[in-house]
């Protein structure tokens, strides 16, 4: 592998974040905070970020130099070092780590008598520059999540290609190889080594990786999808993303992302194709759908064998597909065209939805079947009985989408149905209460009374059902004690309840084991009798967003259990510290966001702890 010599912006660059982090430990941590944030995930920068950044951290270099003068140490034998040097040598790179020298200058500046009157404003400069630098990394970094996909850089191919011998990619492999080496848990590579077709700095959620484990057959169910997961963070293979504890979204460092392309290359699972990762369709028997390179899909390839198991959709956001392509398909187990994507902005539209029609009818196989967030597919065919192998169906954010059919109540292995965000929906299928393997509803629609083919007393006939979501349509009509129905769902551990409209909840009765609870667009403004702390004894997690509630009076109840409690665009007041500790005693965890519309902003944390 060819390192980067001394001149390498990149590497210059990354070499004099952690440095500036340091620098301003103890004068300002909000900027210590965004520059470990950025600096943490960020691996190659391209030229426009550069032609960006260069120029601003030369800034930061001439303040520097100014606030040595004013603090009279120009005389000094470590700082002639620094200064004496050749302009054209002094001006060599355009990234340069902070000297010895200028770290001190920086430190001590505000203990000498004349920063008072010289170096405030300099510092403020440097402060100023360093909030526009990480603007422009997170900018960067929001673009290349976006983005269709970019190339592997020169670095990272290097680095594959050299993958054998990198001692840094060697280290890592310790940790893969410890994760696979235990005969007892007999874990599939796979596991791993698909997750190298993401893009870099992909956000991926837990329970698509999960959801997707399932479909190909590497852990038998969602329970043991969780403990993969743990494991793959406790060795750093997947990083968390957010500082939630509870964690529920991750990334792939740039390194283990490099070490799992050449894996997955040296087993013949992947190959790169014009800097582009993507499955080997000959050995792997799987292809994806990457946006700007339709000759690696579906569309490059001449004739699909027959014996193709997975179809992913990568990034690519507009999909044709020819009539009975699908028909001809008869060993999936995965097909995942909708968004895995965590930004609810990424839009996938089908030209023709007609291809479901046919295609669907020989599917026995397919396991999981993802149109999530696909706009135009108003309706699912009644093939969709023919699906006998399906275990997750996720129709969610499927905007268009107006009806299920009474099919979906034959699915008899159906364990996950995710139809939320689904607003033109009126009713669930007639019979879906019979479908007693279900561990997940979400989206269980309350209609007009007339509409609505299943109700909430259908619900315990779910017995295995662990997570269920709930919406309140705009023509929704509610007996008062519908939701004590609720009491009787025994497994239920999360449950989300939101408002289409402001129909106030005379009485809810919990499941009794509930640890997580979601209230959005709650109507009530003071905190109804339900919702009191003696009526949710075992509740973990607590998440408001939305509505009209004002305030969690404190009169004595205690929320003894929460460890995570989440504000989102409510009107609520901040709660002072000390009284947050007396209503939530074992609380880990606290997040308000509120909502901006100022300068194109759309939300902002206001706060977090820890």
């Not at 159906?414 to 007639?430: A, F, G, I, N, R």
Request: proline fraction near 5%.
């Amino acid at each position: 592998m060819s390192s980067p010599t001394k001149t390498d912006p990149t590497r210059d660059l990354l070499e004099l974040l952690p440095q500036l982090k340091k620098t301003f430990e103890d004068v300002d941590k909000d900027v210590k905070k965004t520059i470990d944030l950025y600096s943490k995930n960020q691996f190659q920068l391209d030229t426009k970020s550069q032609q960006e950044l260069s120029p601003r951290f030369r800034s930061i270099r001439e303040e520097l130099i100014h606030i040595n003068e004013f603090l009279g140490q120009r005389a000094s034998e470590a700082n002639q070092e620094f200064l004496g040097q050749p302009a054209s040598e002094a001006n060599q790179h355009d990234f340069q780590a902070l000297s010895e020298t200028e770290l001190n200058i920086v430190n001590h500046a505000e203990e000498d008598h004349l920063s008072k009157t010289t170096a405030p404003s300099r510092f403020d400069s440097i402060r100023e520059e360093l909030d526009q630098i990480n603007k422009i990394l997170g900018r960067r970094a929001s673009d290349f999540n976006q983005e269709d996909f970019p190339a592997l850089s020169e670095t990272e191919l290097d680095i594959i290609d050299d993958a054998e011998e990198d001692p840094l990619v060697k280290r890592l492999r310790v940790s893969y190889e410890f994760f696979f080496g235990l005969d007892e848990l007999k874990r599939d590579p796979r596991i791993c080594l698909f997750l190298a077709i993401f893009p870099r700095n992909a956000v991926l959620r837990k329970r698509f990786l999960i959801y997707w484990w399932i479909g190909e057959g590497l852990v038998p169910h969602e329970e043991e999808g969780e403990r993969v997961f743990e494991e793959l963070l406790d060795l750093e293979l997947l990083i968390p993303h957010g500082k939630c504890p509870r964690v529920s979204k991750c990334q792939i460092s740039p390194w283990v992302r490099c070490m799992l392309i050449a894996l997955a290359k040296k087993e013949r699972l992947l190959d790169i194709k014009d800097g582009i990762p993507r499955f080997d369709l000959a050995h792997s028997r799987r292809t994806c759908l990457i946006s700007g390179h339709p000759d690696l899909g579906i569309e490059g390839e001449s004739t699909l064998p027959e014996t193709l198991r997975t179809i992913f959709n990568v990034n690519e956001r507009d999909l044709h597909f020819q009539d009975q392509w699908l028909a001809k398909l008869k060993r999936l187990v995965v097909l995942q065209l909708g968004r895995w994507q965590v930004s609810p902005t990424h839009h996938i539209e089908v030209q023709d939805e007609s291809f479901l029609t046919g295609g669907l009818k020989t599917q026995k196989l397919l396991k999981y079947l993802s149109l999530r967030g696909i706009s135009r597919i108003t309706s699912l065919p009644d093939s969709i009985r023919e699906l006998v192998s399906l275990e997750i169906l996720d129709l969610k954010a499927c905007h268009n989408l107006e009806n299920l059919p009474d099919a979906v109540a034959s699915l008899k292995k159906l364990t996950h149905l995710d139809v939320s965000e689904c607003y033109l929906m009126e009713s669930l299928p007639k019979g879906l209460h019979n479908l007693t393997p279900l561990q997940v509803l979400k989206g269980f629609i309350i209609g007009n009374s007339q509409k609505t083919l299943i109700r909430l007393e259908h619900l315990p006939h779910l017995k295995t059902l662990k997570r269920l979501s709930i919406h309140i349509g705009s023509e929704a009509t509610i007996q008062k004690d519908d939701f004590d129905n609720l009491k009787d769902l025994p497994e239920v551990k999360c449950l989300k309840i939101s408002w289409g409209r402001a129909t106030a909840l005379q009485s809810v009765s919990f499941p009794p084991e509930l640890q997580k609870l979601d209230l959005e667009g709650i109507p009530h403004e003071t905190m109804p009798e339900w919702l009191k702390p003696s009526k949710l004894m075992n509740l973990e997690t607590l998440y408001i967003k939305g509505g009209k509630l004002r305030n969690l009076p404190n009169k004595g109840e205690q929320w003894n259990n929460v460890k995570y409690f989440v504000l989102k665009y409510t009107k609520m007041p901040t709660i002072n510290q000390e009284t947050l500790k007396r209503m939530f005693p074992s609380l880990q965890y606290l997040k308000k966001v509120e909502w901006v519309s100022k300068r194109g902003e759309q939300e902002k944390v206001e706060f977090e702890w820890p």
